[in-house]
């Protein structure tokens, strides 16, 4: 199985973004253990970050045909972007969003979440072990 995990805006500043809502992993640990964990399951994965929603689309869009199966923790686009959301739905295979903070007890434009239309899963509050339980979810339910 091939998962691609997407990160958007800020996920690169994890650890130094504000520590008492994301926690003080680093992005480079989150990758680290991204792929220690999927080398422990079998799964091959590539872990991706962009500041630019073009960015995110097209690494969405290159999963057609040549992934089985998205992580996706879109930051500030989750609440904006109707592009990610379409590409998406574009590529027809599963995706799960993932959120580190638990954005449903938080600000209220933080409630619209436009990708969850694709998504056959969310998980958010489980920090960053939440990509952790997607993977592990998206791998139960090939």
């Given at each position: 199985?091939?998962?691609?995990?997407?990160?958007?805006?800020?996920?690169?500043?994890l650890g130094i973004r504000e520590p008492?809502?994301?926690?003080?992993?680093?992005?480079?640990?989150?990758?680290?253990?991204?792929?220690?964990?999927?080398?422990?399951?079998?799964?091959?994965?590539?872990?991706?970050?962009?500041?630019?929603?073009?960015?995110?689309?097209?690494?969405?869009?290159?999963?057609?045909?040549?992934?089985?199966?998205?992580?996706?923790?879109?930051?500030?686009?989750?609440?904006?972007?109707?592009?990610?959301?379409?590409?998406?739905?574009?590529?027809?295979?599963?995706?799960?969003?993932?959120?580190?903070?638990?954005?449903?007890?938080?600000?209220?434009?933080?409630?619209?979440?436009?990708?969850?239309?694709?998504?056959?899963?969310?998980?958010?509050?489980?920090?960053?072990?939440?990509?952790?339980?997607?993977?592990?979810?998206?791998?139960?339910?090939?």
């Amino acid at each position: 199985m091939k998962i691609r995990v997407i990160n958007g805006p800020n996920i690169n500043m994890l650890g130094i973004r504000e520590p008492d809502i994301y926690g003080r992993t680093t992005y480079a640990d989150l990758e680290n253990m991204i792929f220690d964990h999927c080398r422990d399951i079998g799964v091959e994965v590539d872990v991706l970050q962009s500041n630019h929603e073009g960015d995110l689309v097209d690494m969405i869009q290159e999963c057609f045909q040549n992934i089985d199966a998205i992580v996706i923790n879109p930051g500030a686009y989750t609440h904006t972007s109707i592009a990610i959301l379409d590409a998406a739905k574009s590529v027809g295979i599963p995706v799960v969003e993932v959120h580190i903070s638990k954005v449903e007890e938080r600000e209220d434009f933080r409630q619209v979440s436009y990708i969850r239309a694709a998504c056959i899963k969310t998980i958010t509050g489980h920090g960053v072990n939440g990509y952790l339980e997607a993977i592990d979810f998206l791998v139960e339910n090939k």
